[in-house]
């Protein structure tokens, strides 16, 4: 289960709430978290201590691998894009040859430089939240690769392709209108 930040809006304490649902699951290859620029600017410190207290890693500029047999595949994730510091080196340094690169914003693409991926994940954007019939943004999330990939999936040149969701919550008001909320399914498999 792949978290991609903005936990909460503007209180720490509002990650309680998720935490509770979150504990019910029991995922087989395990939780991973990346903090998004909410978390980041409403008490950090108190949402890292939850999240590890329930057994989240948050994977601030770091790879976690995965049990085995899945132990070739590396979730790389950075720190958020303008809040935080990211540093993708940092985060694939350890990653094994299979890597999923998790981003709290689209924006993250801007620091992989070399680095490669197979999939990258990401959020931020709500899709919009407000956007019209069909789904083009009316507003999105800040930062020049959010207004690009609001959401979907995008093949990327020389890289393993981008998948935005919507996301659950919402961002400024509290409005969706043709951005529903989302949670996304992959199921990822050898090419080979």
């Known amino acids: ?4 930040g903005d936990f909460v809006t ?10 509770q649902i ?5 995922p087989a290859l395990g939780q991973f978290a990346v903090l998004g620029n909410h978390d980041r600017l409403a008490d950090e410190a108190y949402i890292r201590r939850q999240l590890h207290a329930a057994d ?7 790879a976690a691998h995965l049990p085995a047999p899945f132990d070739s595949v590396s979730v790389c994730g950075i720190d958020d894009p303008w809040t935080g510091e990211p540093d993708v080196t940092r985060a694939f340094e350890d990653a094994g040859p299979l890597r999923i690169f998790l981003t709290h914003s689209p924006d ?11 999939v990258a994940l990401a959020g931020h954007t709500h899709g919009g939240q407000i956007a019209l019939p069909g789904g083009r943004a009316i507003f999105s999330g800040g930062g020049p690769l959010s207004r690009r990939y609001t959401r979907g999936y ?7 392709p981008l998948i935005v969701g919507r996301g659950i919550g919402c961002g400024g008001i509290p409005v969706r209108i043709n951005a529903d909320p989302e949670l996304i399914i992959c199921t990822l498999r050898n090419a080979a």
């Open 1 to 4: 289960l792949l978290l991609g």
């Open 10 to 19: 503007c209180r720490g304490s509002q990650i309680d709430g998720l935490l």
């Open 22 to 26: 979150l504990r019910g699951f029991t």
């Open 56 to 62: 989240i890693p948050v994977l601030m500029n770091a």
């Open 108 to 118: 993250g693409l801007m620091f992989v430089k070399s680095e490669q991926f197979h």
């Open 154 to 160: 995008f093949a990327l040149p020389d890289n393993g």
